[in-house]
């Protein structure tokens, strides 16, 4: 998500643009990705037992392998210290989702005491660096962003913050965004499948996590919603915890 609405002359023709086909019925969107393409699946449990987590999650290692998975990372809940957020990189969406709601996967998880899952996932666009993870206080950002179009959503990102669509805070330097007390990298998107409105899950990595949450519910990011066509906004915080390899 995007948090500056006046980045560059090109923006206010953009939105009347996006407007006017809208508002004429015009399509404005590409064809979604395929099932089939690499993708990221982000999941939060209630975990109970972390050991029993961890135990149950490592006799799986060969079951995401074979599976296409690749790399995944750990992270504690911010708001609610029950709850674990498990990110996984793997090489065939479709597949990886078929195994995350198979019998063997459930079944462990069940074993080891883990309930209440939500999965959240998406097509990888701009794929997620699995680089070295600083320990708590650093933690990761998940954004769910529910968007009227995404091209268009996509267009304004781009604008802003890719240097080969012309945009001028690639880095998001320190002092980019207003009330952004943290140092943010490693950022990526990933566009959701298979929901009623088009999805857009940007990722980043935050130096200090328990500052995020007054950044992202800032009056500047409250304020790009609907210029952007959000039509719904949904943030998940983890604490680093670790990270690693199939």
């Not at 939105?15 to 089939?36: I, Q």
């Not at 800032?218 to 915080?237: D, E, H, N």
Request: proline share 7%.
């Amino acid at each position: 998500m995007v948090s500056k609405p006046n980045h560059g002359a090109g923006k206010p023709l953009l939105a009347l643009a996006f407007f006017f086909m809208a508002g004429a019925g015009w399509a404005v969107d590409t064809p979604l990705p395929s099932p089939d393409s690499p993708g990221s699946l982000f999941i939060r449990e209630k975990v109970p037992d972390l050991p029993a987590f961890r135990r149950a999650f490592q006799d799986l290692k060969a079951d995401f392998k074979s599976n296409g998975f690749s790399n995944y990372s750990l992270h504690r809940s911010l708001k609610n210290p029950g709850m674990l957020i498990l990110v996984l990189k793997c090489a065939n969406l479709a597949r990886g989702l078929e195994f995350i709601h198979s019998k063997a996967y459930r079944s462990s998880m069940d074993r080891a005491g883990v309930g209440e899952a939500l999965v959240w996932s998406g097509v990888d666009i701009l794929p997620r660096s699995y680089g070295n993870q600083p320990p708590k206080p650093a933690g990761i950002v998940i954004a769910r962003n529910e968007l009227v179009s995404y091209v268009y959503w996509k267009a304004f990102f781009d604008a802003e913050h890719n240097q080969g669509h012309g945009g001028q805070n690639a880095h998001k330097d320190d002092g980019y965004h207003p009330n952004r007390h943290y140092q943010s990298d490693h950022y990526s998107i990933h566009r959701g499948l298979g929901s009623k409105s088009d999805v857009a899950y940007v990722v980043h990595e935050a130096s200090d996590l328990s500052k995020a949450p007054e950044f992202m519910d800032s009056p500047a990011m409250r304020a790009m919603k609907q210029p952007l066509g959000i039509t719904g906004f949904y943030v998940w915080y983890g604490y680093n915890l670790e990270q690693g390899t199939f």
